[in-house]
């Protein structure tokens, strides 16, 4: 009896940092995203997004482009310009969970009324404080954000 106890508690005790270095919990900084295929393929440094996990949900926030950053040029933009500011971001949350590499994501709330409720599946990488999530979508473009932990 004495020498299960022992075996329990050592396996419990090796195997607790497994499962804390594959944890998503937290917040997560891009720093760089490769796009391959499609009219956009590259590599891009200069990505603004965060990614926040907690055990069951997430939310995402990300800035695709310029936009303008004083609230009070607002009043000063034309349709056009608050247009382009309204679709250089996307931000979207909801549940997620993780199965071996995948993660799947559903929508619950979006930016785009078209993108809640869908599923969205990606596999990810966990390395320490970095965070690799790669989804490829319809057209066969490949999308691999590379976050930092910010938290």
Known sequence: MNK????????????????????L???????????????EAGIYTD????????????????????RPDSLSSAGQLNAEQLLNSFQSFN?????????????????EYSK??????SIVESTYQRMGDTLIITTQNSDGVINRIIYTRAD
């Not at 299960?4 to 944890?23: G, K, M, R």
């Not at 990505?47 to 310029?66: A, P």
């Not at 785009?112 to 409720?117: E, H, T």
Request: aromatic content about 8%; overall charge negative.
């Open 4 to 23: 299960l106890t022992i075996i329990a508690a050592t396996v419990l005790f090796i195997s607790t940092p497994v499962y804390a270095q594959n944890s």
């Open 25 to 39: 919990n937290g917040a997560w900084r891009a720093t760089e995203m490769v796009v391959t295929g499609g009219n």
């Open 47 to 66: 990505v603004q997004s965060v990614i926040i996990f907690s055990e069951t949900h997430f939310s995402m926030f990300t800035n695709l482009g310029d």
């Open 91 to 107: 931000a979207n949350a909801g549940m997620y969970n993780v199965s071996g590499g995948r993660l799947i994501r559903q929508l």
């Open 112 to 117: 785009s009324p078209l993108d809640i409720g």
